[in-house]
């Protein structure tokens, strides 16, 4: 009984040993085969922004547009030397974008017409180049409100003389700072020394301001025609001034009468 059984066992082992037998679902997910990975190679988008997608992004800039402002003070000035600079930086500006006008820098940049139209078309997104500071205001006071504005606009600004730095970026308003610092730093040694040349020449004796306009002789004649009832008018036809150094006149001799 026990021959037989064995031989059996015998039998039909050497009958499986031929059989193939499936795998079984563990082993097929854990062949590296049977589930192939797809890898899928995504082009490159060069510089780009991060948009609130997990798994999105977009090229900087790629909505953005380019303008430049240029400026000269005389009529015998020409921007070209500024354009060539700007495009030598790698800023390309189509012609409908660049600005360019005659004006002197003593004026504010909002009260510059050419700059003012520009401000208008400015949009979130935009850069805005230009060549010097002096380009966006009239002082450093004028420069750091322009490019503040700019900023709340959502405007980069370029400025060529500072390497071509974003004004608007961290390192941007690390040099504005500067740039303002030294500009109140000047502008408070200036009043310093004004005042000491003042406080110097009254030491001295000199008359401080204008010259009168009348001289003693003559306004103590003013008053004394004032008095005999002469009009503002005439006296000023009289002593060739205007209106405004006769009724100063007048009034000082009421505020003496008032107070006597």
Not at 82 to 99: K, S, T, W
Not at 132 to 159: P, W, Y
């Amino acid at each position: 009984m026990v021959k037989r059984m064995s031989s059996f066992l015998h039998e039909e082992g050497n009958s499986l040993a031929g059989t193939s037998v499936p795998p079984s679902e563990t082993d097929r997910l854990r062949s590296p085969t049977a589930n192939p990975v797809h890898k899928i190679a995504l082009p490159s988008c060069g510089h780009t922004n991060f948009t609130g997608h997990p798994f999105r992004t977009i090229e900087a800039g790629s909505m953005s547009r380019t303008f430049a402002y240029l400026r000269v003070s005389t009529v015998d000035q020409t921007t070209d030397n500024q354009l060539h600079e700007i495009e030598a930086a790698g800023f390309a500006a189509q012609p409908r974008r660049i600005v360019a006008e005659t004006i002197s820098g003593s004026v504010a940049a909002k009260e510059r017409k050419g700059f003012a139209r520009l401000l208008d078309r400015l949009e979130d997104g935009d850069v805005l180049v230009v060549t010097k500071l002096d380009r966006l205001g009239r002082n450093a006071m004028d420069v750091a409100s322009t490019v503040a504005d700019l900023d709340r606009m959502g405007v980069r600004v370029h400025c060529m003389a500072l390497g071509g730095v974003d004004l608007t970026s961290s390192t941007g308003k690390l040099t504005m700072g500067v740039i303002n610092a030294v500009a109140e730093f000047e502008r408070d040694l200036l009043i310093e020394r004004t005042q000491a040349g003042l406080r110097r020449a009254r030491a001295e004796g000199k008359a401080i301001g204008r010259p009168a306009s009348l001289t003693t002789d003559e306004r103590a004649e003013v008053e004394r025609r004032l008095e005999s009832g002469e009009t503002v008018s005439a006296l000023s036809k009289a002593f060739s001034t205007s209106r405004q150094t006769i009724m100063r006149v007048r009034d000082d001799r009421r505020a003496q009468a008032e107070l006597a």
